[in-house]
């Protein structure tokens, strides 16, 4: 049959559609006729399958494929399933960061059971801790159990922190950087549990760690007042020593003066009396300073006594006390914040008390004078000085006071992340500071040695006494220690977000701990009261405290 022509010819319409697929997955289509007016579509692409994991954990399913489960009357024997709960909160967190067994992939979720768990919970960043679920009829559901949230998961140990949230390389067992959900939950802490004994910490987020904290409860029981400082022993420290006796006239052709005494301390100090002077024919020698010399001294401590000339001997001068060790400062600053919660402040220690210096040494006398000098048969120097005696050490410091243990509800390490959603916030009271130590009284100082006697029967004149040795100066009184810390959120760098719903209580910060050896009320040597707030933000963790 010819083919029909010209304006009243019916062409066929035939339509192509052409989809273009990639990787198995429909990424566009085009449709097209050879009338430039007619377009066909494709069909709508599916839409992806809902995720059964997903949602919030008032209303999202719980199912075995989404997470492990965990109850007060499981077994870790267990595999975690609804039907077959392990018991442990840790364990559970195990099987839900590694998956449970054969390769199955890790649910990073664990849904625990309303009731009380008396174990501490380490939680990597990425894993959800969901709790205060209700178990007893099997549906593991949010809603209505126990009354909700008035029946969480408690996490209350007897001992450490309750809950602990792991970040950056501590994390690894999840693999990547992702944000804890923590929901239903209260963390407990007991009085004094942290490890340093005297704190109480219910949170920690370590370094980099991530968590979102919702419809729960974070509490700090008190503090722990912080220890005493040790006093210093009681008794006196070591004595000096008596000076030597000068040698008497007429009896050596070279009269030399006194040896000199030295006490040696247990710091390594010393306290050395003066040198007698010498005895002469027609002049004494004058005796030696005692040690250690004062750097100024106006008074004329320890000064050498001079030689008879023209005028008889004198003394050896009493040598100068010791430095008294005064009082500490007491604990000053805020402490700081590391992984295991927060460090306070001691108070400082007492300072030593100085030794006593020696007494200067006699002057040596003169054999000859008007109308007297020694018989011609006996030696002819006059008589030597006594030495002076030796100081008394100084006492040892008493020890500063501890500081008192924090109440601190949660502790946000560097680079740490925290939200918090209609969550309680409780902080205890923290510990006082403790008392400093008291000082130890310094050792007594000794008299010098007599000078030598002329000769018998004559107006020969006598060599001069020693000096007494100084006191050792009392030890030091020790400052108090700092006050405990009362805070709800102590940070590091503010990454913190704090939602409509969410409230603090806190309670009072520690008293600083007065000085050792202080009367009531006495301010000096006082240790600071601990820092407080619903919000504290410390210096790094790798700043000691002075």
């Known amino acids: 049959m010819a083919a029909m022509t010209g304006r009243g010819a019916v062409r066929p319409v035939i339509a192509l559609t052409v989809c273009l697929w990639g990787a198995g997955t429909l990424t566009a289509c085009a449709s097209y006729s050879d009338d430039c007016s007619e377009k066909l579509a494709c069909a709508p692409e599916p839409e992806p399958p809902l995720d059964p994991c997903a949602g919030e954990p008032s209303t999202a399913p719980a199912l075995d494929k989404c997470g492990v489960f965990v109850s007060e009357n499981g077994d870790d024997k267990h595999p975690g399933t609804k039907d077959a709960p392990v018991k442990t909160l840790q364990h559970a967190v195990g099987l839900a960061a590694h998956g449970r067994r054969h390769g199955e992939a890790a649910t990073r979720r664990v849904y625990a059971c309303g009731g009380r768990f008396e174990e ?72 004094a549990s942290a490890s340093d004994g005297k704190s109480s910490i219910a949170m920690i987020l370590s370094p980099g760690a991530k968590a979102r904290v919702a419809s729960s409860d974070v509490i700090a029981g008190n503090g722990k007042d912080g220890e005493a400082g040790k006093d210093a022993l009681s008794v006196r420290a070591k004595d000096g020593e008596q000076g030597n006796h000068g040698a008497d006239a007429c009896t050596a052709d070279a009269a030399v003066g006194a040896l000199p005494v030295v006490t040696m301390c247990d710091d390594g100090s010393e306290s050395t009396g003066g040198y007698g002077g010498d005895g002469g024919l027609d002049v004494g020698r004058d005796g030696m300073p005692g040690k250690p010399e004062p750097a100024e001294n106006p008074q004329g401590y320890g000064i050498a006594g001079l ?25 000053a600053g805020e402490g700081y914040l590391n992984i295991h919660g927060w460090v306070g402040v001691r108070g400082e220690d007492g300072k030593k008390g100085g030794a006593g210096q020696g007494g200067g040494g006699g002057g040596g006398s003169k054999s000859r004078g008007p109308m007297v000098a020694c018989p011609g048969d006996r030696p002819q120097s006059g008589a030597a000085g006594g030495s002076g005696g030796s100081g008394g050490c100084g006492g040892q410091g008493g020890r500063g006071g501890g500081y008192g ?52 029967n004559t107006n020969m004149w006598e060599a001069c006494a ?57 301010e000096v040597g006082s240790g600071a009261r601990g820092p407080r707030g619903q919000l504290y933000r410390f210096g790094a963790a790798n700043e000691p405290p002075r």
């Open 120 to 191: 501490a919970l380490v939680l990597p960043s990425g894993v959800d801790f969901w709790g205060g679920r209700r178990c007893e009829d099997g549906e593991w559901s949010y809603e209505g159990s126990f009354g909700g949230p008035d029946h969480p998961t408690i996490i209350a140990p007897a001992e450490g922190i309750p809950l602990r949230v792991l970040g950056g390389n501590d994390a690894v067992i999840v693999g990547d950087d992702a944000t804890s959900v923590i929901f239903g939950v209260h963390a407990v802490a007991a009085d």
């Open 307 to 331: 030689g008879a000339g023209s005028d008889p001997c004198t003394k050896g001068g009493d040598g100068a006390p010791g430095a008294s060790g005064g009082r500490a400062d007491s604990a």
């Open 405 to 456: 243990g924090a109440s601190i509800a949660i502790v946000a390490l560097e680079d740490s992340e925290l939200e918090l959603d209609a969550t309680k916030v409780v902080a205890g009271n923290g510990g006082n500071g403790g008392v400093g130590g008291t000082g130890q009284p310094g050792g007594v100082g000794r008299f010098g040695g007599h000078g030598g006697k002329g000769f018998t």
């Open 466 to 522: 020693g000096g007494l040795g100084g006191n050792g100066g009392r030890g030091g009184d020790a400052g108090g220690g700092l006050g405990g810390a009362a805070v709800g959120i102590a940070y590091v760098v503010p990454h913190l977000t704090i939602l409509p719903g969410t409230t603090f209580e806190v309670g009072g910060a520690g008293e600083g701990g007065p000085a050792g050896n202080a009367d009531v009320n006495e």
